[in-house]
């Protein structure tokens, strides 16, 4: 049952902490949030967002123009972050193009290139853009298509569109796939970008905070929605000596409710204990865990009965969403680099704007951001409808 790690040769990442993993270090060594109180064009509701800056100007690919939308947009900026479009290339030339598979997570995908279009439909007695294509823009294969093209792989894969778990479980299924032998090598990754339909989604479930989401605290009281990308290269360990390896995933379907999980974290208990599992490894073995943490009172609440189940009271724990927001369909890949960079670089993120512990939880997360080198590190993500995943980073 245990996997064969593979290492983690190259990765990018784009959030509202800015561009690049150098940005995003600095924002946790900081302890310096990148949500800002702000608007979003024709929302009426007040609430902080982790929003990218210049994302509107950002022009992609002549040859791709039909996949312009906000979400690939995202996706363009992060694959020119970072050196990863020519770590992709020196892997074309060790692998081929089409032994490396592309495997994407996504929730929005380009919802806000569909509500633009229909809001100009409305004052053009129903007429869509001439311009305007669904499949290329807001199908979630919209986000495999055009970052297999943008990187020109040909290898297997596809898009997982599974709520806030959805970029964290393109890794499980880049490993079976390598496993199974059907490609040498992956790109894994995800992009949400921000739109309408779900901010106004979310808040309809009364589940958006007008103030700076807390994850964690004992007055939380809601999420703070962001849009970020991130992608990781996936190689056999011996390709990555001296890389971070990806050493063990467990994924869940708990089904216990359509957006509430178990109130005693049983998805969260299978997926934690899952990856332990397929990593070899016992709980004694993790030193830090980056939580799904959103800051709504059910989700914390489900988490943290999860984690004492598994872990006891004594883990070392932090949610980071108080620097990114909740990014969604990019959470798994934002916060599975995050884990990657406090391996590095023996940082390990506070729990942004935590003020009061909530002692109820027995679990208490770090306050702020401290120096310290771990082993192993586990990063959570459990989606609506309870699907759930659980990933473990180390040396």
Known sequence: ?????????????????????????????????????????????DTWLGRVDGLETVEIETELKQFNCRNNRLAYMALNTDGFRQSVEVAKKKYSANRIGVFVGTSTSGGAETESAYKYARQHDGVLPVDYQLMPTHNTASLHNYVRRSLGVTGPGHAISTACSSSAKVFAAAYRHIASGRCDAAIVGGVDSLCLSILYGFNSLQLVSSEICRPYDANRNGINIGEGAGFVLLEPMEAGHGKVKFK?????????????????????VQSMTGALLRAGLGSNDIEYI?????????????????????????????????????????????????????????????????QHIDTVLEVSPLMKTQSHSVENVMSNNFGFGGSNCSLIFGW
């Open 1 to 45: 049952m245990t996997m064969q790690p593979l290492a983690v040769t190259a990765k990018t990442i784009v959030n509202a902490c800015g561009k690049g993993e150098s940005a995003m270090l600095e924002s946790l060594k900081k302890n310096k949030s990148g949500l800002r109180q702000q608007g979003y064009p024709d929302l009426s509701f």
């Open 248 to 268: 063990g995933y467990g994924e869940s379907s708990d089904a216990y409710h359509m957006s509430t999980p178990h109130p005693e974290g049983d998805g969260a």
């Open 290 to 354: 980056n939580l799904h943490g959103t800051a709504t009172r059910n989700n914390d609440a489900a988490e943290a009965h999860g984690i004492k189940r598994v872990f006891g009271e004594k883990i070392t724990c932090s949610s980071t969403k108080g620097f990114t927001g909740h990014t969604l369909g990019a959470a798994g890949i934002t916060e599975a680099i995050i884990s990657i960079l406090s391996l590095e670089y023996n940082v390990l993120p506070g729990n942004l704007n935590i």
